[in-house]
Every structure is written in structure tokens, then in C-alpha cells.
T-cell receptor, first 112, second 117 residues
Framework: SQQGEEDPQALSIQEGENATMNCSYK?????LQWYRQNSGRGLVHLIL?????REKHSGRLRVTLDTSKKSSSLLITASRAADTASYFC????????????FGKGTRLSVIA | GAGVSQSPRYKVAKRGQDVALRCDPI?????LFWYQQALGQGPEFLTY????????KSGLPSDRFFAERPEGSVSTLKIQRTQQEDSAVYLC???????????????FGPGTRLTVL
């Protein structure tokens, strides 16, 4: 079963616009990570945010985490056609060494 | 440097055949993970290794699935008597160490797309 749920399932925007994707999860976590997957390729790690952090930036990416609501958001600013991909959130759990649990992903299309 | 590699990239099997999927992790990475990704879904955990020890195989869907990493580097995921529901992309990931839940970045290979006819 999958812990996270991304929202929306699909998003289509124009190049230059900002894209916001949301992730909700069910159990308490240590960390939340976002990954990108281009069609037919493996996953690329984007950013990790720890449970005691509320916001983190990396280049055009901004991630927020609200542990009280068990949710996270990924904002991509000034989107480019090359940002077209599926984006997944992945969580661990507080119960010890556990592997990542992924959501179903948001499919982002950036139209040039 | 070289990333995680997987072979074959594509595999077509007839129902009932056995298949073996290979993963070459990044050199020196202690932890290795296998995930199954169905079409339109996120990856789902199958099993993981620390060096040669298989520490968790709770995600393996049936006893037809078997994974090994005998020398603590290359890993093989074997599926016996394949069924149509086994059709998926099988992703391998490695991390430098499994030092705590999710604290180490996992580097993913390109995956093996398995189609069972």
C-alpha cells in the first residue's frame, strides 16, 4: 500500500508559470523526500526535508512541510519544458529503519 | 562516476517462465533496494539489503520472488513462474548507508520493464 497521495494527479501549465504539487501522508515521519521521474527513466532525488523543518529551497524548488496536517508541497518556479515529468513524494516512518514509501505521483506537463 | 545500472532494460517473458533481473549499485554503496512500479503508480518497496544481508523482504508479493546479493555488491531479483500481474518496471536503488530511516539519498537505476505475456 502507498502512504502518500499526491495532488493533483496531473497538471498542465505554460512555460514560465509556477507549478505546485501537494502530498499528504498518513503516519508520522522522520523525513519526506521528493523525486522526479522522466518517462521511461529512473527516479532522480530532488530534495529532502526533515520533520523538524518547515521549508526548504533548492534552486527553483521550494518544499514546505506541515507535520500537523501531514502534508507537504513542492513548488517549481518559472517552469521549463524540461520540468515535464512525474513527481513523487516519499516518506519513511518513525518506527525505525524503514524503506521509502512513495505516493502515486503528479504528472506535470510544461507546454512551451 | 557511474550510477546504478540495471539489466536488461526490457524483458518479455511468457507466462510461467523464470526471469532474473540484475542491479549494479554505485560502487561502495552499502544499501540496496528493489522496488516494483506498476503503470501509473509510484514505486512500491520489495526488499532491501545491507551489504549481503537481506534485512527486509516484507514487500515481496509472493514466494515466487527471490532476491540475493551474495557478495554485497551486485544484486539479482528472480521471479519464478511469472504471471501477467508481475508486469511492471522493477527499480533498483542504492545508498551509501542505511543510517536511519530515509536519511540517505537513494540513487535509482533506470529500471527493467518486465512484460509477461
Amino acid at each position: 500500500s502507498q502512504q502518500g497521495e499526491e495532488d493533483p494527479q496531473a497538471l498542465s501549465i505554460q512555460e514560465g508559470e509556477n507549478a505546485t504539487m501537494n502530498c499528504s501522508y498518513k503516519t508520522s515521519i522522520n523525513n519526506l523526500q521528493w523525486y522526479r521521474q522522466n518517462s521511461g527513466r529512473g527516479l532522480v532525488h530532488l530534495i529532502l526535508i526533515r520533520s523538524n523543518e518547515r521549508e526548504k529551497h533548492s534552486g527553483r524548488l521550494r518544499v514546505t512541510l506541515d507535520t500537523s496536517k501531514k502534508s507537504s508541497s513542492l513548488l517549481i518556479t518559472a517552469s521549463r519544458a524540461a520540468d515535464t515529468a512525474s513527481y513523487f513524494c516519499a516518506t519513511d516512518s518513525l518506527s525505525g529503519n524503514t524503506p521509502l514509501v512513495f505516493g502515486k505521483g503528479t504528472r506535470l506537463s510544461v507546454i512551451a | 562516476g557511474a550510477g546504478v545500472s540495471q539489466s536488461p532494460r526490457y524483458k518479455v517473458a511468457k507466462r510461467g517462465q523464470d526471469v532474473a533481473l540484475r542491479c549494479d549499485p554505485i560502487s561502495g554503496h552499502v544499501s540496496l533496494f528493489w522496488y516494483q512500479q506498476a503503470l501509473g503508480q509510484g514505486p512500491e518497496f520489495l526488499t532491501y539489503f545491507q551489504n549481503e544481508a537481506q534485512l527486509d523482504k516484507s514487500g515481496l508479493p509472493s514466494d515466487r520472488f527471490f532476491a540475493e546479493r551474495p557478495e554485497g555488491s551486485v544484486s539479482t531479483l528472480k521471479i519464478q513462474r511469472t504471471q501477467q500481474e508481475d508486469s511492471a518496471v522493477y527499480l533498483c536503488a542504492s545508498s551509501l548507508d542505511f543510517g536511519g530511516a530515509g536519511t540517505d539519498t537513494q540513487y535509482f537505476g533506470p529500471g527493467t520493464r518486465l512484460t509477461v505475456l
